[in-house]
């Protein structure tokens, strides 16, 4: 069973600032998931990669499948980006079966 | 608003009642997935469907929980006898097939045991 690990839990930074999230795997993968999550539960993906780096707009997600570590960064950070960030992986390592999820990183964003 | 819903939103319940929880998946996605997420934690694994059999449960899915999908499209979890430490969001998830492994989340239903 693949387990993962992300830092760090809490993060507080000023706007404008460039902000990296970690995350590493135990179990080789088919992909890995970047996910966001806001107060109130709602859940959105964010990336799902399987190599190298992925960019949509201020969010760039990036890959070391050797080294079984992933980073997610925002950069230009803004109060509105606030908000939860989870990496998540496939259970065992496959695409079909179910995710484990690392405990998120709570984002604050201030003025 | 991905396209999965469920429903209650919300549910609060006494100890020792039954509930049961409602998904609705994106029509065309045959993978429907249970997760469950405790406060200041992240999600956790209960169980999948692939269109109408449950093809995994995790540990975490005691015997008074029970999953169905009767006819692979909505899904239904069911808690017997909850207790306290049922209190939770449980989230529903899908994906369709063959596709990437990009899966959607519902908003999550909310129970409270009291």
């Given at each position: 069973k693949n387990e993962v690990e992300q830092s760090p839990q809490n993060l507080t930074a000023q706007e404008g600032e460039f902000i990296t999230i970690n995350c590493s795997y135990s179990v080789g993968i088919s992909a890995l998931h970047w996910l966001q999550q806001h107060p109130g539960g709602g859940i959105v993906s964010l990336f799902m990669l399987s190599s190298g780096k992925k960019k949509h707009g201020r969010l760039i997600a990036t890959i070391n499948i050797q080294e079984k570590h992933s980073s997610l960064h925002i950069t230009a950070?803004?109060?509105?980006?606030?908000a939860v960030y989870i990496c998540a992986v496939p259970n065992s390592g496959g695409g079909a079966d179910g995710l484990t999820f690392g405990k998120g990183t709570h984002l604050i964003i201030q003025p | 608003d991905t396209g999965v819903s469920q429903d209650p939103r919300h549910k609060i319940t006494k100890r020792g009642q039954n509930v049961t929880f409602r998904c609705d998946p994106i029509?065309?996605?045959?993978r429907l997935y249970w997760y469950r997420q405790t406060l200041g934690q992240g999600p956790e694994f209960l169980t999948y469907f692939q269109n109408e059999a449950q093809l995994e449960k995790s540990r975490l899915l005691s015997d008074r929980f029970s999953a169905e999908r009767p006819k692979g499209s909505f899904s239904t979890l069911e808690i017997q006898r909850t207790e306290q430490g049922d209190s939770a969001m449980y989230l529903c998830a899908s994906r369709a097939s063959g596709r990437s492994d990009e899966q959607f989340f519902g908003p999550g239903t909310r129970l409270t045991v009291l």
């Open positions: 950070s803004h109060p509105r980006d606030s | 029509s065309e996605h045959n």
